[in-house]
């Protein structure tokens, strides 16, 4: 398996970027991003790091020689800590650096978002703790309530 994530730590150092996203002007998340012509290999990355999706391919119409473009992309700020885990034997000293830094942020936030594989959201889009009955839920695409925050 070592073998496996050390090929994809290396194809994420040559073809992938990592940031923090920001919303509203202020630190959202991190996300982890990889884009290439050549989807076997964007596919087999996602395969072996088992997290993040795999985006539509995209076409440029406008440059008719160009390739279509594959792309993968990970927000989940649990997938991002364990991909940027496992990748950080293999990469060289400054992509090691920049995901340290991001794993350190990362590690400085509260949990935001309620989600079914890390239990329920403790805080609100603010940064506040939540409480009451609706603790942990958050208004979104379904309607859900909001819960409430200091």
Same mark, same amino acid.
């Given at each position: 398996?070592?073998?496996?994530?050390?090929?994809?730590?290396?194809?994420?150092?040559?073809?992938?970027?990592?940031?923090?996203?920001?919303?509203?002007?202020?630190?959202?998340?991190?996300?982890?991003?990889?884009?290439?012509?050549?989807?076997?290999?964007?596919?087999?990355?996602?395969?072996?790091?088992?997290?993040?999706?795999? #985006?539509?391919?995209? @076409?440029? =119409?406008?440059?008719? /020689?160009? !390739?279509?473009?594959?792309?993968?992309?990970? %927000?989940?700020?649990?997938?991002?800590?364990?991909?940027?885990?496992?990748?950080?034997?293999?990469?060289?000293?400054?992509?090691?650096?920049?995901?340290?830094?991001?794993?350190?942020?990362?590690?400085?936030?509260?949990?935001?978002?309620?989600?079914?594989?890390?239990?329920?959201?403790?805080?609100?889009?603010? #940064?506040?703790?939540? @409480?009451? =009955?609706?603790?942990? /839920?958050? !208004?979104?695409?379904?309607?859900?309530?909001? %819960?409430?925050?200091?």
């Amino acid at each position: 398996m070592s073998d496996s994530i050390a090929w994809a730590a290396g194809l994420f150092e040559g073809e992938g970027n990592m940031r923090v996203t920001r919303k509203d002007g202020r630190d959202h998340g991190v996300r982890l991003h990889l884009k290439m012509t050549d989807r076997d290999v964007v596919e087999r990355f996602s395969r072996i790091v088992g997290v993040g999706q795999l #985006g539509k391919p995209r @076409e440029y =119409p406008e440059h008719p /020689h160009w !390739k279509t473009a594959f792309t993968w992309d990970c %927000g989940n700020n649990a997938g991002v800590a364990q991909v940027l885990g496992a990748f950080l034997p293999y990469l060289g000293a400054r992509r090691r650096a920049r995901a340290e830094t991001l794993l350190a942020h990362l590690a400085s936030r509260p949990l935001l978002r309620a989600s079914s594989h890390r239990g329920l959201a403790t805080h609100c889009a603010r #940064g506040r703790l939540q @409480e009451g =009955p609706h603790a942990g /839920h958050q !208004k979104g695409r379904q309607g859900k309530v909001v %819960g409430h925050c200091r």
